[in-house]
């Protein structure tokens, strides 16, 4: 019992007996603390994996969709098309910057290039990807890829208003 009654003082010892204040220089303590807020504040960018499935509806001004992404959760947003070539042997190029906005409402800006393939009048495939162009809240400066897997996009005949759906996997760095 005097064992540990002996260690338990000791313990208190250092824990407050070691602490002298006066050996604190203000201008460490200063220091110490703007060092401690700027790490919380920017922290170091992290390239992470990344994918996504999204349906994607053409409407009179452009195209909007919905899905889901990893590290932005439900997403919603637009994609406006900055080109579009019909290549005259049923391919077509196509490029738009787009915005996803995330579940927490962050966004994250992307620019598309696809190469789609008609098998039909009414029907394609697409390959191609996303290059990451920055954002908002955490996104401010990511970069990074996401190819395309799986797309597809098909013209309802009757309203002339396109569907495509897609998957797409890469790397963002944020």
Known sequence: MKNRTLLFASFIFMIFGSCDSSSIDESE??????????????????????SNSVVATDTPTGSTFVGTM????????VVTATALVD???????F????????????ELYTQTNVFLTFSSALEAT?????????????????????SIANGAYSINGDTGIGTSTHNAVGKITY
């Open 87 to 93: 290549n005259g042997d049923g391919t077509v190029n």
């Open 70 to 77: 990893t590290h932005l959760g439900k997403i919603h947003g």
């Open 29 to 50: 303590l200063a220091a110490a603390s703007l060092s401690t807020n700027a790490k919380s504040i920017k922290a170091k960018p992290v390239e992470r994996d990344v």
């Open 95 to 106: 490029a738009s910057n787009d915005v996803l906005v995330a579940a927490n409402r962050d």
């Open 126 to 146: 697409y390959v191609g990807g996303f290059t990451v162009a920055g954002g908002t809240g955490r996104f401010v400066g990511a970069t990074g890829y996401l």
